[in-house]
């Protein structure tokens, strides 16, 4: 009777072992498809494509700021330096010019203690490194022609000697005024050394010659 009883609880006892081992399988298989550490890896991606969107945003946008401080920085260059060498400043040739006022007339000075008209002029451009000639003659020869209403800046001026019959070249300043004004200049004066002068309206008017630009 007990080998019955036996025998005919065997098979639900093997049912029950058989459920259970399906009951593990089916939770491991569950653990290993939690999306636990993947979202975490996922997440780890995300934070990675956003962080590296946000660099290159951030050299995107220093590279803009970079590029409209240059534009900016070649912009006010341009503004400033007159383009022919491309190394004289202009403004600071004129403002050391301009610094020399009152300096003596001197036959043949090239110096501080002294200067003619050529010598005050060569001696400006020299301080500069721009290489003019020494003499009124070979000055009006140096660099381009340019229209008298063109006249800028940092341009040689040319006029007669005091006979403005002679039409050759015997006196030199440098323009400071701007195209379209009246043609103001600074120059070495016989009368009055060195000193500002316009051309319009004065004896200068009938002894101008030419415009030379050497820078």
């Keep these: 009777m007990k080998k019955i009883f036996a025998l005919m609880l065997a098979p639900v006892v093997l049912l029950l072992i058989m459920m259970s081992a399906g009951s593990d399988e089916a939770a491991t298989a569950s653990d290993e498809t939690t999306p636990v550490q993947f979202a975490t890896l996922k997440t780890d991606k995300s ?12 050299r995107t946008s220093m590279a803009v700021k970079t590029d409209n401080a240059k534009s900016s920085w070649e912009d006010d260059a341009e503004a400033r330096w007159i383009d022919a060498s491309g190394t004289t400043p202009t403004d600071s040739l004129i403002s050391y010019a301009l610094t020399l ?9 090239t110096s501080n203690s002294g200067f003619d008209c050529s010598g005050f002029t060569s ?11 020494r003499s009124s ?39 400071i005024s701007e195209p379209g004004d009246t043609i103001s200049f600074v120059h070495s004066s016989s009368n009055g050394g060195v000193k500002i002068s316009q051309v319009e309206g004065t004896g200068y008017e009938v002894r101008f010659l030419d415009v030379r630009r050497v820078l």
């Design 123 to 133: 001696h400006v451009f020299q301080k500069f490194g721009v290489p003019v000639t």
């Design 137 to 175: 003659t070979t000055q009006s020869e140096d660099g381009i022609p340019v229209d008298r209403d063109e006249a800028r800046p940092g341009d040689l001026v040319i006029f007669t000697g005091t006979n403005p019959q002679v039409r050759e070249p015997g006196h030199v300043g440098i323009v």
């Design 101 to 109: 006022m009152g300096t003596p007339y001197l036959y043949g000075g």
């Design 47 to 58: 934070e990675t494509v956003t962080s590296s969107a946000t660099s290159e945003k951030r």
